[in-house]
């Protein structure tokens, strides 16, 4: 590997100034300037003289999951993407760079046991970060991004409720009422003047990798396998448990559609179970009492 030259970093950066006009967050350009930078190493030439045949090695020789190569696929189809349209590259050398299928995960809730003993471990504000997470659905970077004047009580049906505003993925905006078992919990962090409700050791508001890290820290200690994202899918698959509304459940979590819910989502076994017993021995008791062919 070697270090991205200067001209490799000022092209990121364009990149990215360019991504920020456009509105993306602050998370994104994380993401997009990290994965550039390991490209840029990885690569044998700077990144503006790359062609499809050394981007087709860089892919091959790439040795993480199928999940990964996909995410590192789309940041450098983007980058090249950019840059060709901008007039900084004659052609564009990704267009044949295959994106890989991945395969559709199965939902991740933690079990209730698993939930109760990370709670009880738990110091703050970890405890919090897993509650907004595992009973308002609220992802790493929602809660990295929660300010004091964020939280408000309106009146709901003439009674007072305490509501959380923010700025979810895709830059959406969000109103979500806090369940009254999450109110103090919430609030005994409201002190202090209007500003960023969590921040590091050092003084500066904590991002959704410290969050991420944290809690992922906090289950590895106790030998369990979950990560913060886990308690996203536990909210998803608890809601539509006590609704049974798939609609519901995906207005709760934020989803543009209803399928993106169900990947978040783990269905009950017991109930298609008994379900799946119900319709046979309707179908076959019925046809059991039919006469065979050729009876007298």
Not at 10 to 25: N, V
Not at 110 to 126: G, K, T, Y
Not at 158 to 184: C, D, H, S
Not at 206 to 215: F, G, M, P, R, S
């Amino acid at each position: 590997m070697t270090a991205p030259t200067e001209h490799d970093q000022q092209l990121i950066k364009l990149h990215c100034d360019y991504m920020r006009r456009t509105g993306a967050t602050e998370s994104t350009l994380h993401h997009r300037r990290a994965n550039l930078l390991r490209f840029a190493r990885r690569i044998p030439c700077e990144i503006a003289a790359i062609t499809a045949t050394d981007l087709d090695r860089w892919q091959s020789g790439l040795r993480v999951s199928l999940s990964s190569i996909g995410t590192y696929t789309s940041h450098v189809r983007s980058f090249y993407r950019w840059a060709h349209e901008t007039g900084l590259l004659d052609v564009d050398p990704s267009t044949r760079l295959p994106r890989p299928r991945i395969p559709t995960r199965l939902p991740r809730p933690i079990p209730a046991a698993d939930l109760a003993l990370a709670l009880a471990c738990a110091a703050e504000p970890v405890r919090t970060w897993i509650v907004l997470g595992a009973f308002m659905g609220l992802r790493a970077a929602e809660v990295a991004a929660i300010r004091r004047e964020d939280i408000t009580d309106v009146l709901v049906d003439g009674r007072p409720r305490t509501m959380l505003a923010g700025i979810g993925k895709g830059r959406k905006a969000f109103r979500l009422p806090v369940p009254a078992a999450v109110v103090p919990i919430l609030c005994a962090h409201l002190g202090g003047q209007p500003g960023p409700l969590w921040r590091t050791v050092t003084g500066l508001p904590v991002t959704a990798h410290n969050i991420t890290d944290e809690v992922t820290a906090l289950f590895r200690r106790l030998g369990l396998p979950h990560t913060m994202h886990c308690c996203r899918h536990t909210f998803g698959t608890n809601v539509h448990r006590e609704t049974h509304d798939l609609l519901m459940t995906a207005d709760l979590m934020r989803h543009s559609s209803t399928n993106t819910t169900r990947l978040y989502v783990e269905p009950v076994a017991a109930e298609g179970t008994a379900a799946m017993d119900r319709l046979a021995a309707a179908r076959l008791a019925r046809r059991g009492r039919q006469p065979r062919r050729g009876a007298a």
